[in-house]
């Protein structure tokens, strides 16, 4: 457990920045901001941060002192166990590819730690913003966006997204240290096996086979103790994963 997130953290600084650039100033113009909602575009090659907007009112941080490992390191301690290894494997997954990068992305819906000490629900995106020419990494673009509506259990939820996002989900998926994780895909059938949708009918509105619908139910058993579809779907309301 103590490495979760060592991987990805060799990767990362602690050095903030230069909002003077001409590469800041251009995009501030170029990039809409919500409200309550912290950017950042870090470059893998440079080693810094090369952008920051809206930290202050995100989590009480300076957009000129915000830095790429403080951004990973105000994970709210109950997250951080699962947040420091989705983190890896998003990381060495976008390693091992050099096609497309730029059109991947994940998501996870967590707490973070403002400098006040209150913890702050948010959603985190995190994106691949520009490769180097042969197509490998180069820097990635995050938003962190508070909302204040967000309802946790003991699960922890993300979401995939890129050219290969079953293979993409699957790597995120795959023997996670934190037991109690959901991801988007799973959770898209939770709904409907709730909603009273038989596996059939399931695999017939997303156009995939029964056994791919199986295969995203029936891992939930195991992972969170559960006996059958209703003990699953009873779990489900009790952890905020079904409105």
């Known amino acids: 457990m103590d490495d979760l997130g060592a991987y990805s953290k060799g990767f990362i600084t602690n050095v903030p920045a230069d909002l003077s650039s001409d590469f800041a100033k251009d995009f501030r113009v170029k990039t809409y901001k919500y409200p309550l909602e912290g950017i950042y575009v870090y470059s893998f090659e440079k080693g810094r941060m090369l952008y920051a907007d809206g930290w202050e009112e995100v989590c009480g941080i300076p957009n000129e002192e915000i ?75 995050g938003r962190f966006q508070v909302d204040p509506g967000l309802k946790f259990g003991k699960v922890m939820r993300y979401a995939a997204y890129g050219p290969e996002k079953d293979a993409f989900e699957t790597d995120l998926n795959e023997s996670l ?67």
């Open 67 to 141: 830095n790429m490992l403080e951004i990973v390191n105000f994970t709210a301690p109950a997250f951080a166990p699962f947040v420091n290894e989705i983190n890896d494997k998003a990381l060495k997954f976008l390693h091992q590819r050099n096609e497309k990068l730029t059109e991947y992305s994940f998501t996870i819906e967590l707490k973070i730690v403002h400098r006040n000490g209150s913890e702050v629900p948010v959603t985190a995106k995190v994106s691949v913003f520009e490769t180097h020419e042969d197509g490998r990494l180069k820097s990635i673009k």
């Open 177 to 243: 240290f934190y037991p109690f994780h959901i991801s988007q895909k799973e959770l898209e059938v939770l709904k409907m096996l709730a909603d009273g949708y038989a596996y059939k009918e399931m695999a017939e509105q997303l156009d995939v086979s029964q056994s791919a619908i199986e295969k995203r139910i029936h891992p939930l058993f195991q992972r969170f103790n559960v006996k059958n579809n209703a003990h699953l779907i009873a779990f489900a309301f009790q952890n905020n994963l079904l409105p």
